[in-house]
């Protein structure tokens, strides 16, 4: 395969985790990262072997021998950033929430749309555990049988403290939703893409549990999570949620509930969920992701072990370690960039990766979830 090289804006937390991803696919070289942190991306650069290290992203887009660029920067920057990597004729591969509203994602599908040769990309990176697309694989072949319901929850506690702090807090930098848009997002797409199922109507709760929250003076890495004294700190009024309960219905007509928390003590980042189905359910947990639970009523229920040899067939690429050798988050966001590449090297024209429109329908859907929750009554999703 020929070497594609590639960039990547904002190196926080997530920005170094595309970093490893790219360089175990073989073939993608990282020529540049880009970071509105000068001393932050020199030192990462450094750090990462990352040859050039760029204190504006628009230098990204101005270098011709990088040919995709990778948007790992805060939520408000989404758009805008995500536009300017198309219009430079760049392939892009976006973290989510692809924008901050549906007007944001849905000029950002229209965009795609006018730029057929580049590939336009979300990081919804759950999808390609080995066990969840084993898990569509059943579904696809019937073993499910007709979808009853689906539920599950995504809980995390690094906002459990007054004194814990991120950009995430502030709906300028965030958008109007918290937990809902930076976790939820993940487990709406991640069951509409296993079930094969929409989601069409919700019915949300909303909770902010610290309504004023201590934001350190200087700079907050995300999950940096310390002890604060008083003087390091000013007292903010949080309008976002921390905490949300969600039922919702499909269109196939069978119904749903999630909840997600950013305050769930010792819930690091608990993300799971069960479908169930006529014939049988089936489980899992982003925790625990070498195992797939599945459920029966007249005869005992079964583990799936992620093994290679015990998959089905269109699951097995994507398990690269024999049994008891367990593979977790870095190895399925490794499985999205390879489906990402393949398609960008021109090796796979077809291959699956979620794209923009997929991160605007999981915006519609978070939509409808805060306008649920303001008129306290279910509320259709506009696509
Ligand atoms: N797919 C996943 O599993 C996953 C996990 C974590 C975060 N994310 C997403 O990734 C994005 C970043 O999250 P994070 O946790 O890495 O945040 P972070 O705060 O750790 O990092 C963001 C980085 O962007 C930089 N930045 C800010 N303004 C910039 C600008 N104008 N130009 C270039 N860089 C700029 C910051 O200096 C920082 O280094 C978010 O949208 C988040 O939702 C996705």
Redesign the pocket.
């Known amino acids: 395969m020929r070497t594609v090289k590639a960039a990547v ?7 170094p985790v595309h970093v490893e991803a790219l360089r175990r696919l073989g073939f993608v070289e990282v020529a540049a990262l ?4 000068r001393e ?1 991306v020199e030192q990462k650069a450094a750090a990462l072997g990352v040859p050039k290290a760029y204190d504006d ?1 628009r230098r990204v887009l101005d270098d011709p021998e990088i040919e995709v660029v990778h948007n ?4 408000h ?2 758009a805008e950033i995500n536009r300017a990597i198309l219009e430079a004729g760049k392939h892009c591969v976006s ?3 692809l924008g901050r509203t549906t007007e944001e994602t849905r000029g950002l599908v229209a965009l795609a749309k006018e730029k057929p040769d580049l590939v336009n990309a979300v ?1 919804f ?1 759950y999808r390609y555990y080995p066990l969840c697309q084993h898990a569509k694989a059943m579904r696809e072949a019937g073993e499910l049988g007709e979808i009853y319901a689906i539920h599950g929850r995504y809980l995390q506690d690094w906002l459990f403290l007054d004194t814990d702090y ?2 995430r807090l502030d709906p300028e930098l965030s958008g109007a939703s918290c937990a809902v848009a ?1 976790i939820g997002s ?1 487990f709406c797409d991640l069951v509409q893409y296993i079930s094969g199922l929409a989601i069409t109507e919700v019915l949300g709760d909303l909770a902010t549990i610290h309504k004023v929250r201590k934001r350190p003076r200087g700079n907050v ?3 940096a999570g310390k002890l604060l004294k008083p003087e390091d700190y000013e007292e903010v009024p949080i309008t976002v949620e921390d905490y949300a309960n969600v039922l919702f219905g499909l269109d196939n007509g069978a119904r749903g509930m999630f909840n997600v928390s950013q305050v769930s003590a010792g819930r690091k980042n608990y993300h799971c969920f069960e479908i169930d189905g006529s014939k049988c359910a089936i489980a899992w947990n982003q925790e625990e992701p070498n195992e797939l639970w599945v459920g029966h009523r007249e005869r005992a229920n079964e583990i799936v072990a992620r093994d290679p040899s015990l998959l089905k067939e269109a699951a097995r690429p994507y398990a690269h370690y024999p049994g008891g050798h367990p593979e977790g988050y870095p190895d399925g966001s490794k499985n999205l960039m390879l489906n990402i590449y393949r398609k960008v090297a021109g090796e796979d024209p077809s291959a699956d990766y979620p794209t923009f429109e997929d991160g605007h329908r999981v915006m519609a859907v978070v939509e409808a979830i805060l306008e649920s929750h303001r008129s306290r009554q279910w509320t259709k999703v506009a696509y």
């Open positions: 804006i904002g190196t926080g937390f997530i920005g880009a970071d509105i942190d932050k992203y790992c920067s805060p939520n920057l989404h973290e989510k929430p990081c990176n991120s950009w930076d993940h890495e995300a999950f």
